[in-house]
């Protein structure tokens, strides 16, 4: 299952181009905070279509979670997302032209 609505909806914010892979696995569980919601890959995030912002990320498979208590907190859904297989030279990229890749 591609994911073509969420990737161009969560780009408009930062101009940055998102590219986000097919849905490997979805927990009810997640919805209530309980376990991870969701996990999908590969994602890919920037550089900004404008121009102005080139730092960009890569990672085969991102985890997405639900923070419940955030989310009660602040009365909106907060998300925690965690990259999986962040070793650099592994599939994984996190670039910022100025300073190199890190």
């Not at 097919?22 to 995030?45: E, F, H």
């Not at 990320?57 to 925690?80: G, T």
Request: charged share 15%; no cysteine; glycine share 8%.
């Amino acid at each position: 299952m591609d994911l073509p609505l969420p990737g161009s909806h969560s780009a408009d914010p930062v101009a940055w181009q998102v590219t986000v892979g097919r849905v490997r696995w979805i927990a009810p569980t997640g919805l209530a905070g309980l376990t991870p919601l969701a996990s999908v890959g590969p994602l890919a995030i920037g550089p900004s279509a404008a121009g102005l912002e080139r730092t960009s990320f890569a990672a085969p498979e991102v985890v997405v979670s639900i923070n419940a208590l955030q989310s009660l907190l602040q009365r909106k859904v907060v998300l925690a997302v965690e990259a999986m297989d962040t070793r650099v030279g592994h599939n994984t990229t996190l670039t910022e032209p100025l300073s190199g890749t890190f």
